[in-house]
């Protein structure tokens, strides 16, 4: 193998459901790839297991292997050290999650070292990524055939809320290609005056460590979670941090290009630290407002796309400031007992 010219590989993996019907895929082309999937599933397992199948069978030359998986990325090139040498826990002493599915993977990882491993942004327009999202969801799709549910792609008809409700999450996703796949906790609340101020400081510190306590406890009980952020200052860029601390990955989710543009250099340092390390970078609409009413209306509308898209949420939020009531109802009534309001 040495001196071949290394093979590109793009893997990918879809779940419906926690656990729910699943799919996998890896793919150099349309004419050599290779997809399979399970009835009950997460879709961290999924994005695993087509890594490790990406490798298997591809014995025969240097690989690149590009996913847009950072779970995936992440646990090979920086957790995995750790955990082998802790015994298979994470540093809070608990077993890591999927490791029936790790371990085979750090073990073909370490007997190949001609294996290389790239990210790529999901659903960014890249062709190769898009044919495995494709085909994953495709054996995803064929296993909830197999279940009992519906399969066809919708051609955008009907109303969601006809559907029961154990269909209108896949639904959802179905119809609008832009949400991240995983369990969707999406974390908002006050910006940085309500929060202590722009520097650091007790309050946005507390309210770090209570969110990270939060997604590492979610996490515990839903292995696919994501958490779904704006990133805009206060809350929002909070909720990264406390994923990263959390080791949970996150979605960005922009409202149109260069919301960070009227940031001071330090907080679009920070933006753009926190938009780089994200495992999906969604951007909602093509061009940038031109005055402060047509911001206001693309927040509100990010606003309602994010709570659309959330299986869950943390509304970091005192009660009294009245300019979160209106996002307070709308998760209240979407999510119900699945919205926690975090008292800052």
């Not at 790839?33 to 297991?49: I, Y």
């Not at 269909?167 to 290609?177: F, L, N, S, T, Y």
């Not at 969707?184 to 309050?203: D, M, Y």
């Not at 406890?217 to 929002?236: F, N, Q, W």
Request: proline share 8%; charged share 30%.
């Amino acid at each position: 193998m040495t001196g071949a010219e290394p093979l590109r590989i793009y893997t990918d993996g879809a779940c419906s459901g926690n656990p729910g019907p699943g799919g996998w895929a890896w793919a150099s082309s349309r004419d050599h790839c290779a997809s399979g999937g399970e009835p009950a599933t997460t879709n961290n397992r999924m994005e695993l297991t087509a890594v490790l199948r990406a490798i298997e069978d591809n014995p025969d030359r240097p690989l690149v292997v590009v996913m847009d998986s950072t779970y995936v990325k992440d646990g090979l090139e920086k957790w995995s050290r750790n955990w082998v040498r802790n015994d298979w826990r994470t540093k809070d002493k608990q077993p890591v999650k999927n490791q029936e599915i790790w371990k085979p993977l750090i073990e073909a990882r370490d007997a190949r070292p001609d294996v290389r491993f790239e990210w790529v942004k999901g659903h960014s327009g890249d062709p190769m990524n898009d044919l495995v999202d494709e085909l994953a969801v495709r054996e995803r799709d064929a296993n909830r055939a197999a279940a009992g549910g519906a399969s066809a792609p919708s051609s955008g008809g009907g109303k969601l809320a006809d559907l029961p409700p154990e269909e209108q999450r896949a639904e959802r996703r179905r119809r609008d290609g832009r949400i991240p796949n995983g369990h969707l906790l999406l974390v908002a609340g006050h910006a940085p005056p309500e929060l202590g101020g722009w520097e650091p400081n007790e309050i946005s510190e507390d309210v770090r460590r209570r969110l990270t306590d939060l997604i590492d406890g979610y996490a515990r009980i839903t292995p696919d979670l994501v958490v779904m952020t704006g990133l805009r200052p206060g809350a929002e860029q909070l909720a990264a941090e406390a994923a990263i601390r959390a080791d949970v990955p996150y979605a960005a989710v922009l409202p149109f290009p260069d919301p960070d543009r009227s940031l001071s250099p330090d907080a679009r340092a920070r933006f753009r630290d926190l938009a780089d390390r994200a495992r999906q970078v969604v951007q909602l609409e093509k061009t940038s407002p031109d005055d402060r009413d047509a911001f206001a209306k693309a927040m509100r509308r990010r606003d309602v796309w994010l709570t659309t898209a959330a299986d869950q949420a943390i509304l970091v939020w005192d009660q009294v400031d009245n300019r979160l009531d209106r996002l307070f109802g709308d998760l209240d009534r979407r999510l119900g007992p699945d919205l926690t309001v975090l008292l800052p």
